[in-house]
T-cell receptor, first 116, second 112 residues
Framework: EPEVTQTPSHQVTQMGQEVILRCVPI?????FYWYRQILGQKVEFLVS????????KSEIFDDQFSVERPDGSNFTLKIRSTKLEDSAMYFC??????????????FGNGTRLTVT | GENVEQHPSTLSVQEGDSAVIKCTYS??????FPWYKQELGKGPQLIID?????GEKKDQRIAVTLNKTAKHFSLHITETQPEDSAVYFC???????????FGKGNQVVVIP
């Protein structure tokens, strides 16, 4: 079964550094997402992306965050200047359609980001 | 926005017994409720979902029930097996919105 793959599985970075989290969505999917889960808290929506542009973003997704689809397969999340509170598990997801009722989300295994 | 709460946070059951996890939601406009299972080191995987026009849905040993009046929905796992041990997340989707609101997750431990 096709999978969403994320790299790296664990990233340690120093506060203030830039970090790029990488994802390869399922190949025939058109909608891409980033969610995150801070330890002990809920999984939170960050951003959705379709047709090479952001379709929706949450209040968490401020100017420090950006997403890009640099080629036909990768989908990246960049955090420009990491803060301690950015430490979390970041999940990439993709779906074949916009409506989750008909096109469920498929999640990757996550990247654990630790900011020291 | 939508707020989803899950209870209990941890649940231990003997193998063969049933497990029930309950979630409540706040937005009466929510109309889609998926359940995800997350095994250690993996991402959440959809296991079952229910739409607001249905009260119950079953798939082999798992079932989900929805009470729209009370704004809660539950996951039922019967004849639990060790491989059912995982974190289970409930979520809700509101009409006109394409972001899932998740609960905190429940750790289910099946004791052999």
């Amino acid at each position: 079964e096709p999978e969403v793959t994320q790299t790296p599985s664990h990233q340690v970075t120093q506060m203030g550094q830039e970090v790029i989290l990488r994802c390869v969505p399922i190949s025939n999917h058109l909608y891409f997402y980033w969610y995150r889960q801070i330890l002990g808290q809920k999984v939170e929506f960050l951003v959705s992306f379709y047709n090479n542009e952001i379709s929706e973003k949450s209040e968490i997704f401020d100017d420090q965050f950006s997403v890009e689809r640099p080629d036909g397969s990768n989908f990246t999340l960049k955090i420009r200047s990491t803060k301690l509170e950015d430490s979390a598990m970041y999940f990439c997801a993709s779906s074949s359609g916009w409506d989750h009722r008909n096109s469920p989300l498929h999640f990757g295994n996550g990247t654990r980001l630790t900011v020291t | 926005g939508e707020n989803v709460e899950q209870h209990p946070s941890t649940l231990s059951v003997q193998e063969g017994d049933s497990a029930v996890i309950k979630c409540t939601y706040s937005d009466s406009a929510s109309n889609y409720f998926p359940w995800y299972k997350q095994e250690l080191g993996k991402g959440p995987q959809l296991i079952i979902d229910i739409r607001s026009n249905v009260g119950e849905k079953k798939d082999q040993r798992i079932a989900v029930t929805l009470n729209k009046t009370a704004k809660h929905f539950s996951l039922h796992i019967t004849e639990t097996q060790p491989e059912d041990s995982a974190v289970y997340f409930c979520a809700a989707l509101t009409v006109g919105n394409n972001r899932l609101a998740f609960g905190k997750g429940n750790q289910v431990v099946v004791i052999p």
